[in-house]
């Protein structure tokens, strides 16, 4: 399980600080969706069957979300590059999920999913998009 970093609490106080409804459940989705890639994305074990399964159920918990119709596409994005459940789909889950926190929660929310995603290490002879 990831620690609390201050990506992740970051997007727990905006779900708090957000009124009931699609937004509040959008920050929550992406908080849950940040949570998995992290673990995945940090983990020094190979993906075994229980990380698979991790993805898995955290689409099972998405399913019934309202949330705003851009993250909606982002989150199903994401999720669908997390079931290789390795470090390198952890990523690029993150990185394509930037724009769609942006453009449903705000600038703060997809502040926080890029230092999540700078939390990860870049995988050898990979190019580093935040580099460019």
């Known amino acids: 399980m990831s620690d609390w970093t201050p990506s992740l609490l970051a997007l727990l106080e905006l779900q708090q600080r957000l009124e009931r409804g699609p937004k509040r459940e959008g920050a929550f989705a992406l908080w849950l969706t940040a949570r998995v890639a992290l673990d995945l994305g940090l983990s020094v074990t190979p993906p075994d069957k ?4 991790r993805v898995v159920l955290l689409a099972q918990r998405l399913a019934p979300l309202t949330v705003p119709r851009p ?3 982002g989150l199903a994005a994401a999720v669908g590059h997390l079931e290789d459940a ?6 690029v889950a993150l990185a394509q999920l930037i724009a769609p926190a942006r453009d449903a929660l705000g600038t703060e929310a997809a502040e926080a999913v ?3 995603l700078l939390l990860l290490p870049t995988t050898r ?4 998009p935040s580099s460019d």
């Open 50 to 53: 229980g990380s698979r399964r």
């Open 86 to 91: 390795s470090p390198a789909a952890a990523r």
């Open 71 to 73: 993250l909606a596409r």
């Open 125 to 128: 002879g990979a190019r580093d």
């Open 114 to 116: 890029a230092q999540a």
